[in-house]
T-cell receptor, first 115, second 116 residues
Framework: DSGVTQTPKHLITATGQRVTLRCSPRSGDLSVYWYQQSLDQGLQFLIQYYNGEERAKGNILERFSAQQFPDLHSELNLSSLELGDSALYFC??????????????FGEGSRLTVL | AQTVTQSQPEMSVQEAETVTLSCTYDTSESDYYLFWYKQPPSRQMILVIRQEAYKQQNATENRFSVNFQKAAKSFSLKISDSQLGDAAMYFCAYNAGGTSYGKLTFGQGTILTVHP
């Protein structure tokens, strides 16, 4: 158990809908990361927050948004869902701002299926 | 842009034998960080080993070791005395450090099967 909690574990929804994925980082970790894993694109970095502020952005679609709250949990909002958004969405956390100085701890992921 | 390539979609090994997983990357940076992550059927990504590019010595973690060839931009993972629990998808990952912060660029992964 990495200590990173993601909910829900599975989610099935329809095209055009909006969903929110939630992540609770390990106790004491200030950085939260979101990654998308799909068969087509592999594992892709979406976004990173550190202590409530956005710090790095990857290939995140405009239909997607995220935030980190004062209690350090994070939410990833996916709207106007398309079939291609079906994927496993991982949250990871770490103590520090940079990956080079420490390990990222991953949650078990949220499996999103868009029908 | 940095890219990471794993040219072996699947590999297999007999229990107790040694297997090497390949990874190449492309970067213009001189300082960076490389990782191998394991993803078992439970889906959770687990760090196996990391290597700092400025270190010439290859990293080792128990049965896991890397062969880091900076000039060739190659970063292979060797698993010695393979165990059934090593069966998983293995991902090679790159981080440019600095203002890349926590962004990891992953390869496509290699599925490792361990035969008893």
């Amino acid at each position: 158990d990495s200590g990173v909690t993601q909910t829900p574990k599975h989610l099935i929804t329809a095209t055009g809908q909006r969903v929110t994925l939630r992540c609770s980082p390990r106790s004491g970790d200030l950085s939260v990361y979101w990654y998308q894993q799909s068969l087509d694109q592999g594992l892709q970095f979406l976004i990173q927050y550190y202590n409530g502020e956005e710090r790095a952005k990857g290939n995140i679609l405009e239909r997607f948004s995220a935030q980190q709250f004062p209690d350090l949990h994070s939410e990833l909002n996916l709207s106007s869902l398309e079939l291609g958004d079906s994927a496993l969405y991982f949250c990871a956390s770490s103590v520090r701002l940079r990956a080079d100085t420490g390990e990222l701890f991953f949650g078990e992921g949220s499996r999103l299926t868009v029908l | 842009a940095q890219t990471v390539t794993q040219s072996q979609p699947e590999m297999s090994v007999q229990e107790a034998e040694t297997v090497t997983l390949s990874c190449t990357y492309d970067t213009s940076e001189s300082d960076y960080y490389l990782f191998w992550y394991k993803q078992p059927p439970s889906r959770q990504m687990i760090l196996v080993i990391r290597q700092e590019a400025y270190k010439q010595q290859n990293a080792t973690e128990n049965r896991f070791s890397v062969n880091f060839q900076k000039a060739a931009k190659s970063f292979s993972l060797k698993i010695s005395d393979s165990q059934l629990g090593d069966a998983a998808m293995y991902f090679c990952a790159y981080n440019a450090g600095g203002t890349s912060y926590g962004k990891l660029t992953f390869g496509q992964g290699t599925i490792l099967t361990v035969h008893p």
